[in-house]
């Protein structure tokens, strides 16, 4: 079993639909995760982070967190096709206090 | 604020040869780390530095890899020889000494490494 888990899609969904990306991990004592998107041939860039459980905010993007399930999970409303990209899944292992990231997901917003 | 900056952006090399990367963290961050990150895969840490001294290279493959960072500020991550396996991108990342948890990590623009 991996460590950080994902669905590597592609995952496509309708200009202005919402996404939603899931994400698995194993380590319990897991406390901050992250949410990356990676564009073909960037480098990945920092989006959202979440460290307690339920849901945060940042403009379209929102992170839900369930430590008691290990998932996490990425929501982008309005989707639009600048947001064609690989997303990836972070979490933040406790021992060795070191990022460990899934696979990624790649989404495409169908215009 | 400069980001973190990276050197070559693309490199390819035969196999056999040897290859240097260099990095060049946002300034103030004393832990730097470097990943390799290949085709369809999340990025994969190889070591990571707090300031001069190397807290973490257990993913390093040491027979052929090596890395050092000199004044605890840019780093060079060095393989010889390279070998096919090798081809991927190199990522270097940055972030505030204890406080990655909270702000996560910024990434350079990375190496390309092709070898042949």
């Known amino acids: 079993q991996k460590e950080v888990e994902q669905n590597s899609g592609p995952l496509s969904v309708p200009e202005g639909a919402i996404a939603s990306l899931n994400c698995t991990y194993s380590d319990r004592g897991s406390q901050s995760f992250f949410w990356y998107r990676q564009y073909s041939g960037k480098s990945p860039e920092l989006i959202m982070s979440?460290?307690?459980?339920g849901d945060k905010e940042d403009g379209r993007f929102t992170a839900q967190l369930n430590k008691a399930s290990q998932y996490v999970s990425l929501l982008i409303r309005d989707s639009q096709p600048s947001d064609s990209a690989t997303y990836l899944c972070a979490v933040n292992r406790v021992y060795g206090n070191k990022l460990v990231f899934g696979a990624g997901t790649i989404l495409r917003v169908k215009s | 604020e400069a980001g973190v900056v990276q050197s070559p952006r693309y490199k390819i090399i035969e196999k056999k040869q040897p290859v240097a990367f260099w990095c060049n963290p946002i300034?103030?961050?004393?832990?730097l780390y470097w990943y390799r990150q290949n085709l369809g895969q999340g990025p994969e840490l190889l070591i990571r530095?707090?300031?001069?001294?190397?807290?973490?290279d257990s993913q390093l493959p040491k027979d052929r890899f090596s890395a050092e960072r000199l004044k605890g500020v840019d780093s060079t991550l060095k393989i010889q020889p390279a070998e096919l396996g090798d081809s991927a991108v190199y990522l270097c990342?940055?972030?505030?000494?204890?406080?990655?948890?909270?702000?996560?990590?910024?990434f350079g623009s990375g190496t390309r490494l092709t070898v042949v």
């Open positions: 530095y707090e300031n001069e001294e190397a807290v973490d």
């Open positions: 990342a940055s972030s505030l000494e204890g406080r990655q948890g909270h702000y996560g990590y910024t």
């Open positions: 300034s103030g961050h004393n832990t």
């Open positions: 979440i460290y307690s459980n």
